[in-house]
């Protein structure tokens, strides 16, 4: 069965946060050899039963073409994964400074607490939906919660759609931390 009411919430919230435009991002959980995957186009803050597909992981079948342009890299994540849920979003603050480093390091306690390593940015000659993506970003989740697509977004994987978000959420705090960091500094 489809978990309509966690999509809801978690699009509702990312939206909100600002984590995502109107129509932008999607979110899905694996149902063992299918997954649970929003529809493209959909508007994840406003997601009824028609804006979730349920597809095949290891190949195209009937319902692939209605999801997400994304799901490529969503199937390559959870065969190569255990993960249950992948949120993708695109944090405005994390894709800025996606553009000029190579793995984003927060500066704040919860934010190191989190992500002590840093998370890696990955570049790919086509960030949206591409087989690039799929390829570069899997092995890293062995490694990093969430990963950062320069000048796209982030991909997060998690038990629950609720871990995921809460991966997206801290790392675009911590980047909007680090942000004002930099612009506060300048002022002295």
Same mark, same amino acid.
Request: net charge negative; aromatic share 8%.
């Given at each position: 069965?489809?978990? +309509?009411?966690?999509?809801?919430?978690?699009?509702?919230?990312? %939206?909100?946060?600002?984590?995502?435009?109107?129509?932008?991002?999607? #979110?899905?959980?694996?149902?063992?050899?299918?997954?649970?995957?929003?529809?493209?186009?959909?508007?994840?803050?406003? +997601? &009824?039963?028609?804006?979730?597909?349920?597809?095949?992981?290891?190949?195209?079948?009937?319902?692939?073409?209605?999801?997400?342009?994304?799901? /490529?890299?969503?199937?390559?994540?959870?065969?190569?994964?255990?993960?249950?849920?992948?949120?993708?979003?695109?944090? /405005?603050? #994390?894709?800025?400074?996606? %553009?000029?480093? &190579?793995?984003?390091?927060?500066?704040?306690?919860?934010?190191?607490? %989190?992500?002590?390593?840093?998370?890696?940015?990955?570049?790919?000659?086509?960030?949206?939906?591409?087989?690039?993506?799929?390829?570069?970003?899997?092995? #890293?989740?062995?490694? %990093? /919660?969430?990963?950062?697509?320069?000048?796209?977004?982030?991909?997060?994987?998690?038990?629950? +759609?609720?871990?995921?978000?809460?991966?997206?959420?801290?790392?675009?705090?911590?980047?909007?931390?680090?942000?004002?960091?930099?612009?506060?500094?300048? +002022?002295?």
């Amino acid at each position: 069965m489809i978990p +309509l009411r966690d999509f809801q919430t978690i699009g509702h919230d990312l %939206f909100v946060a600002g984590l995502n435009n109107s129509h932008s991002g999607n #979110l899905s959980v694996r149902l063992n050899r299918m997954m649970a995957i929003t529809r493209s186009g959909s508007m994840l803050h406003r +997601l &009824d039963y028609s804006d979730l597909v349920e597809t095949a992981i290891d190949e195209e079948d009937s319902q692939s073409a209605k999801a997400s342009r994304e799901r /490529p890299v969503h199937c390559a994540i959870y065969r190569g994964t255990s993960a249950q849920a992948i949120v993708h979003a695109h944090p /405005p603050q #994390l894709i800025a400074m996606s %553009f000029i480093v &190579d793995k984003f390091t927060p500066i704040d306690a919860e934010g190191r607490y %989190f992500f002590p390593d840093g998370i890696p940015v990955i570049e790919v000659a086509n960030a949206i939906a591409s087989e690039e993506v799929a390829t570069k970003i899997t092995p #890293l989740f062995r490694e %990093f /919660p969430i990963v950062i697509v320069r000048g796209h977004g982030t991909f997060a994987v998690g038990n629950t +759609l609720e871990e995921g978000f809460h991966y997206t959420s801290s790392l675009e705090h911590s980047a909007r931390i680090a942000s004002a960091y930099r612009v506060h500094s300048n +002022l002295r």
